[in-house]
């Protein structure tokens, strides 16, 4: 209405919740009302709570918390038809998911009708997010010297150039030399420039090298050596990266990795799986 207004973060996630639900309730044709929210496995019980807040400001029946990792684990088992019977040993699946703005590794058993969780470790601030900041930063100061503007002083101009850079990111993914075009980036200069994927790997290298940690962690905390593992499963967008994915298979030598799950609904996935149990309504 034109007023400034202060809203509590919890406010804020209510309505970015109530959005969800007007999409999803448009899409089905009928109401939303009962849901499982999945939420970083390193969640405090104050954030927690929080989210449970925000889902009943939005007017959502929050069944419960599901933590991303479970949900990953319980997506993968319900659709896998040849999981070992009780009395067999259970196969045991290594988990990556690297996402936008944070990385976790999980270790889980499976048996038919039976999921036991190993271990979790987490990487909180190692993701996308921080690959398109390198290439920003990387960018902003070639543009300083090639066009005489400071992108990163301008709020408009560092997210067009944050947007640019994403998809760059996602062109390298696929080949050795990717183009960066934007247009009136500032002061109605057009900018353009290019990377090559060998560049590009000697830019995130900083970012690369938190991989392996997590992974070994929980490896180390599941009691099990990199030969017991079965499966390893990947999950989240930047794990398409093939400098990313070099990093991952270094912990498993010899092992090939796998993609079965949907790379970027796994986790929406697991928390269905748990509503549809949880829910009366299914």
């Not at 990199?226 to 990947?234: A, H, R, T, V």
């Amino acid at each position: 209405m034109g007023e400034q207004q202060v809203f509590s973060s919890t406010q804020l996630v209510a309505m970015y919740l109530g959005k969800l639900r007007d999409i999803a309730a448009k899409e089905l044709k009928s109401g939303v009302c009962d849901v499982v929210i999945a939420v970083p496995g390193w969640y405090t019980e104050v954030q927690r709570r929080a989210l449970l807040d925000a889902a009943q400001i939005a007017g959502l029946n929050c069944l419960r918390l599901i933590n991303d990792t479970a949900a990953v684990a319980l997506g993968y088992g319900i659709t896998k038809t040849d999981l070992p019977s009780e009395e067999e040993n259970p196969r045991h699946v290594v988990f990556v998911d690297i996402g936008h703005s944070n990385m976790s590794a999980s270790v889980a058993a499976f048996q038919k009708g039976k999921l036991t969780m190993k271990s979790v470790a987490f990487n909180r601030h190692l993701g996308g997010r921080d690959i398109d900041y390198a290439l920003v930063q990387y960018f902003a100061e070639e543009f300083k010297g090639k066009y005489k503007i400071d992108v990163l002083s301008n709020q408009k101009a560092r997210f067009r150039l944050a947007a640019g850079c994403e998809k760059l990111k996602k062109v390298l993914s696929a080949n050795a030399e990717a183009p960066l075009n934007v247009e009136s980036i500032m002061n109605d200069v057009d900018a353009s420039s290019k990377l090559k994927r060998d560049a590009y790997e000697g830019l995130i290298a900083h970012v690369l090298e938190g991989i392996e940690g997590p992974i070994r962690q929980a490896l180390e905390e599941s009691g099990l050596t990199p030969d017991q593992i079965d499966s390893i499963e990947l999950v989240g967008g930047s794990t398409r990266i093939p400098a990313v994915r070099q990093r991952i298979a270094a912990c498993f030598p010899g092992k090939t990795l796998s993609n079965t799950l949907n790379q970027d609904e796994a986790v929406a996935r697991g928390a269905t799986f748990a509503c549809a149990m949880l829910s009366p309504v299914f």
